[in-house]
Every structure is written in C-alpha cells, then in structure tokens.
C-alpha cells in the first residue's frame, strides 16, 4: 500500500490563494485516482476534488467550481490542488486521499488551511 505525504496550506486572507501538494510512494503505478477531501469543524468530511488518472477526468464540490483544480500526478508523483479566492468557509483540514485499481486506499496526514482576516 502507498503512503502520501502533504505539504502547504496554512493561513491566508480571503481572496488569497495557496497550493496543497500530495506526493506518493510505494505503489504509485496502481493508483487509480487521487483526490482532496476536507473537514471543517463540527462537519462530516467532504469531497473537494478528484481526478481519475485513467479517463483524467475532474470533479469538484460545487462550492469550489471556478476556485480550486486539482492537477494531474506529475514526474515527480506529485499532485497539486491549487486553491484560489479563498473564502472564510473553505476553513478546513484538507486530506490527500488515492485509490488503487484494487480499491486500496492511502489518506494523507491533513493539513489546516485557515481563511481569515
């Protein structure tokens, strides 16, 4: 089984943008899908993105349509959700999460972005 580390978020004001990345290890030629899920406080955890490496197809919440893409797994195994005009209720622990073509999963340690000013 894979394992994802992420890096980035943190604070920034509304408005702001910042740039989560997800790097695999370990079975990466398996994974299937790769995705950013997030947890507010107090809130069930949500789906924010995906993309299916085999039909490259994207998915997003609603919420972040026009604000958020998630990038494909480059050379390095890395993925990228670049998050733009941050709102205060995009507050939330983003996870990294990927999914093999035998349906294993890995998740990502989370990291709190914080919207405010």
């Known amino acids: 089984q894979g394992q994802l580390v992420e890096s980035g978020g943190g604070w920034v004001r509304p408005g702001g943008s910042l740039r989560r990345s997800c790097t695999a290890s370990g079975r990466i030629f398996s994974i299937a899908s790769i995705a950013w899920y997030r947890q507010a406080p107090g809130k069930q955890r949500e789906l924010v993105a995906e993309r299916n490496r085999v039909t490259d197809k994207t998915n997003y919440v609603d919420s972040v349509k026009g604000r958020f893409t998630i990038s494909r797994v480059d050379a390095q195994n890395t993925a990228y959700l670049q998050m733009n005009a941050l709102k205060p209720e995009d507050t939330a622990v983003y996870y990294c999460?990927?999914?093999?073509?035998?349906?294993?999963?890995?998740w990502g340690q989370g990291t709190q972005v914080t919207v405010s000013s």
């Open positions: 999460f990927s999914k093999t073509s035998a349906g294993d999963e890995s």
